[in-house]
Protein backbone atom coordinates (compact mmCIF):
# COMPACT_ATOMS: atom_id res chain seq x y z
CA UNK A 1 0.00 0.00 0.00
CA UNK A 2 0.77 3.97 0.10
CA UNK A 3 3.34 5.01 2.50
CA UNK A 4 2.43 8.27 4.44
CA UNK A 5 5.33 9.90 6.04
CA UNK A 6 5.24 12.78 8.36
CA UNK A 7 7.94 15.20 9.77
CA UNK A 8 8.96 15.77 12.71
CA UNK A 9 7.42 13.46 14.68
CA UNK A 10 7.65 15.52 17.33
CA UNK A 11 7.42 19.50 17.96
CA UNK A 12 7.87 21.98 20.72
CA UNK A 13 7.06 25.73 20.20
CA UNK A 14 6.87 28.42 22.30
CA UNK A 15 3.38 30.36 22.09
CA UNK A 16 3.54 32.84 19.47
CA UNK A 17 5.91 31.02 16.81
CA UNK A 18 5.34 29.67 13.47
CA UNK A 19 6.39 26.60 12.04
CA UNK A 20 5.79 23.83 9.43
CA UNK A 21 4.89 20.13 8.98
CA UNK A 22 5.32 18.17 6.18
CA UNK A 23 3.32 14.85 4.67
CA UNK A 24 5.63 12.90 2.04
CA UNK A 25 3.41 10.37 0.35
CA UNK A 26 4.93 7.67 -2.33
CA UNK A 27 2.06 7.17 -4.70
CA UNK A 28 -0.50 9.22 -6.34
CA UNK A 29 -3.55 10.26 -4.46
CA UNK A 30 -7.02 11.27 -5.36
CA UNK A 31 -7.37 13.34 -1.82
CA UNK A 32 -5.14 14.37 0.75
CA UNK A 33 -6.83 15.96 4.07
CA UNK A 34 -5.36 17.09 7.21
CA UNK A 35 -6.77 16.73 10.39
CA UNK A 36 -5.58 17.77 14.32
CA UNK A 37 -6.63 15.21 17.27
CA UNK A 38 -7.02 17.29 20.14
CA UNK A 39 -5.63 16.09 23.85
CA UNK A 40 -8.97 14.14 24.51
CA UNK A 41 -8.76 12.31 20.69
CA UNK A 42 -11.34 14.20 18.90
CA UNK A 43 -10.16 14.34 15.04
CA UNK A 44 -11.18 17.64 13.28
CA UNK A 45 -10.62 18.22 9.56
CA UNK A 46 -8.43 21.15 8.81
CA UNK A 47 -8.20 21.11 4.95
CA UNK A 48 -9.13 19.07 2.05
CA UNK A 49 -6.17 19.79 -0.28
CA UNK A 50 -5.59 17.24 -3.48
CA UNK A 51 -3.45 20.14 -4.71
CA UNK A 52 -3.04 24.03 -4.41
CA UNK A 53 -3.02 25.92 -1.41
CA UNK A 54 -5.69 27.07 1.35
CA UNK A 55 -5.92 29.16 4.04
CA UNK A 56 -7.78 29.58 6.97
CA UNK A 57 -7.29 31.96 9.75
CA UNK A 58 -3.53 31.12 11.16
CA UNK A 59 -3.46 27.94 9.11
CA UNK A 60 -2.62 27.37 5.34
CA UNK A 61 -1.64 24.24 3.58
CA UNK A 62 -0.55 23.81 0.57
CA UNK A 63 0.23 20.32 -1.58
CA UNK A 64 2.59 19.50 -4.45
CA UNK A 65 0.76 16.68 -6.18
CA UNK A 66 3.80 15.76 -8.80
CA UNK A 67 6.41 15.72 -5.99
CA UNK A 68 4.24 13.77 -3.52
CA UNK A 69 4.34 16.42 -0.56
CA UNK A 70 2.30 18.42 1.37
CA UNK A 71 2.96 20.97 4.00
CA UNK A 72 0.81 22.23 6.71
CA UNK A 73 2.03 25.94 8.25
CA UNK A 74 0.63 27.42 11.61
CA UNK A 75 1.79 30.82 12.40
CA UNK A 76 1.14 32.04 15.82
CA UNK A 77 0.89 29.09 17.42
CA UNK A 78 -1.41 29.31 20.49
CA UNK A 79 -1.68 26.61 23.37
CA UNK A 80 -5.02 25.29 22.04
CA UNK A 81 -2.93 24.33 19.01
CA UNK A 82 -1.13 21.42 20.96
CA UNK A 83 -1.81 17.90 19.76
CA UNK A 84 -1.30 15.55 16.75
CA UNK A 85 -1.52 16.55 13.28
CA UNK A 86 -2.43 13.88 10.84
CA UNK A 87 -2.08 13.74 7.05
CA UNK A 88 -4.22 10.95 5.78
CA UNK A 89 -4.53 10.25 1.69
CA UNK A 90 -6.73 8.41 -0.49
CA UNK A 91 -4.58 6.42 -3.25
CA UNK A 92 -5.44 6.87 -6.63
CA UNK A 93 -8.31 3.95 -7.59
CA UNK A 94 -8.84 3.42 -3.79
CA UNK A 95 -11.87 4.30 -1.71
CA UNK A 96 -10.13 5.07 1.61
CA UNK A 97 -8.14 6.91 3.55
CA UNK A 98 -4.40 5.83 4.72
CA UNK A 99 -2.94 8.11 7.67
CA UNK A 100 0.61 9.03 8.39
CA UNK A 101 1.78 8.26 12.17
CA UNK A 102 1.59 12.06 12.72
CA UNK A 103 3.44 15.49 14.06
CA UNK A 104 2.63 15.64 17.85
CA UNK A 105 2.84 19.26 18.66
CA UNK A 106 2.90 20.87 21.89
CA UNK A 107 2.89 24.71 22.24
CA UNK A 108 3.65 25.96 25.86
CA UNK A 109 2.99 29.87 27.11
CA UNK B 1 -27.22 19.76 16.85
CA UNK B 2 -25.66 17.55 13.26
CA UNK B 3 -22.72 15.46 14.04
CA UNK B 4 -21.02 12.39 14.45
CA UNK B 5 -21.98 10.47 18.05
CA UNK B 6 -20.46 7.34 19.50
CA UNK B 7 -21.23 5.17 22.48
CA UNK B 8 -20.15 4.22 25.09
CA UNK B 9 -16.91 6.54 25.70
CA UNK B 10 -15.20 4.01 27.36
CA UNK B 11 -15.47 0.11 27.16
CA UNK B 12 -14.23 -2.74 29.60
CA UNK B 13 -14.66 -6.10 28.39
CA UNK B 14 -13.14 -9.60 29.27
CA UNK B 15 -12.23 -12.14 27.47
CA UNK B 16 -13.63 -13.90 24.79
CA UNK B 17 -16.53 -11.66 24.83
CA UNK B 18 -17.86 -10.08 21.97
CA UNK B 19 -18.90 -6.31 22.28
CA UNK B 20 -20.63 -3.39 20.20
CA UNK B 21 -19.95 0.13 19.47
CA UNK B 22 -22.40 2.48 17.77
CA UNK B 23 -21.92 5.25 15.57
CA UNK B 24 -24.99 6.97 14.96
CA UNK B 25 -24.45 10.56 12.23
CA UNK B 26 -27.54 12.96 11.18
CA UNK B 27 -25.31 14.00 8.60
CA UNK B 28 -27.08 12.57 5.68
CA UNK B 29 -24.23 11.09 4.44
CA UNK B 30 -23.56 7.90 2.84
CA UNK B 31 -20.26 7.15 3.56
CA UNK B 32 -19.33 5.46 6.83
CA UNK B 33 -15.64 4.23 8.15
CA UNK B 34 -14.54 2.99 11.28
CA UNK B 35 -11.17 3.10 12.56
CA UNK B 36 -8.93 1.86 15.01
CA UNK B 37 -5.46 3.95 16.50
CA UNK B 38 -2.94 2.60 19.31
CA UNK B 39 -1.14 4.51 21.44
CA UNK B 40 1.20 6.73 19.64
CA UNK B 41 0.16 5.71 16.01
CA UNK B 42 -2.25 6.86 13.15
CA UNK B 43 -5.54 5.39 12.12
CA UNK B 44 -5.82 2.12 10.45
CA UNK B 45 -9.35 1.16 8.75
CA UNK B 46 -11.17 -1.21 9.79
CA UNK B 47 -14.49 -1.25 7.80
CA UNK B 48 -16.23 1.08 5.41
CA UNK B 49 -19.60 1.50 3.90
CA UNK B 50 -20.72 4.02 0.69
CA UNK B 51 -23.99 3.00 0.81
CA UNK B 52 -26.88 1.44 2.74
CA UNK B 53 -26.73 -2.54 2.91
CA UNK B 54 -22.96 -2.64 1.33
CA UNK B 55 -19.56 -2.61 3.35
CA UNK B 56 -16.10 -3.38 2.27
CA UNK B 57 -13.26 -4.51 4.74
CA UNK B 58 -10.25 -2.03 5.09
CA UNK B 59 -7.10 -3.13 6.26
CA UNK B 60 -7.05 -4.64 9.50
CA UNK B 61 -10.90 -6.47 9.47
CA UNK B 62 -10.01 -9.60 10.81
CA UNK B 63 -12.20 -9.96 14.29
CA UNK B 64 -14.46 -7.47 13.37
CA UNK B 65 -17.98 -7.59 11.74
CA UNK B 66 -20.07 -4.37 10.92
CA UNK B 67 -23.84 -3.87 9.42
CA UNK B 68 -25.18 -0.87 7.82
CA UNK B 69 -28.99 -1.22 7.73
CA UNK B 70 -29.69 2.22 8.02
CA UNK B 71 -27.83 5.11 6.72
CA UNK B 72 -27.67 6.52 10.25
CA UNK B 73 -26.01 3.76 11.40
CA UNK B 74 -22.47 1.67 11.39
CA UNK B 75 -21.92 -0.27 14.25
CA UNK B 76 -19.06 -2.41 14.87
CA UNK B 77 -18.91 -5.47 16.85
CA UNK B 78 -15.45 -6.94 18.55
CA UNK B 79 -15.78 -10.20 18.24
CA UNK B 80 -13.80 -12.73 20.55
CA UNK B 81 -11.67 -13.23 17.65
CA UNK B 82 -9.92 -9.96 17.34
CA UNK B 83 -6.66 -10.99 19.15
CA UNK B 84 -5.81 -7.67 20.88
CA UNK B 85 -8.82 -5.48 20.93
CA UNK B 86 -7.78 -2.53 23.54
CA UNK B 87 -7.33 0.49 21.55
CA UNK B 88 -9.83 4.00 20.70
CA UNK B 89 -12.06 3.38 17.89
CA UNK B 90 -13.44 6.18 15.79
CA UNK B 91 -16.17 6.54 13.22
CA UNK B 92 -16.12 8.43 10.82
CA UNK B 93 -18.74 9.80 7.86
CA UNK B 94 -18.93 11.63 4.53
CA UNK B 95 -21.24 12.93 2.14
CA UNK B 96 -19.65 10.35 -0.09
CA UNK B 97 -16.42 7.90 -0.60
CA UNK B 98 -13.70 10.29 -1.15
CA UNK B 99 -15.13 13.54 0.43
CA UNK B 100 -14.26 15.01 3.41
CA UNK B 101 -14.63 12.83 6.64
CA UNK B 102 -16.00 14.36 9.84
CA UNK B 103 -14.86 12.18 12.83
CA UNK B 104 -17.10 11.25 16.39
CA UNK B 105 -15.73 11.34 19.45
CA UNK B 106 -14.39 7.79 20.01
CA UNK B 107 -14.60 4.54 22.25
CA UNK B 108 -11.81 3.54 24.05
CA UNK B 109 -12.22 -0.17 24.61
CA UNK B 110 -10.29 -2.00 26.89
CA UNK B 111 -9.81 -5.71 27.70
CA UNK B 112 -9.77 -7.30 30.90
Known amino acids: GIQVEQSPPDLILQEGANSTLRCNFSDSVNNLQWFHQNPWGQLINLFYIPSGTKQNGRLSATTVATERYSLLYISSSQTTDSGVYFCAVEQTGANNLFFGTGTRLTVIP | DGGITQSPKYLFRKEGQNVTLSCEQN?????MYWYRQDPGQGLRLIYY???????QKGDIAEGYSVSREKKESFPLTVTSAQKNPTAFYLC???????????FGPGTRLTVL
Open chain 2, 92 to 102: ASGRSPGDTQY
Open chain 2, 27 to 31: LNHDA
Open chain 2, 49 to 55: SQIVNDF
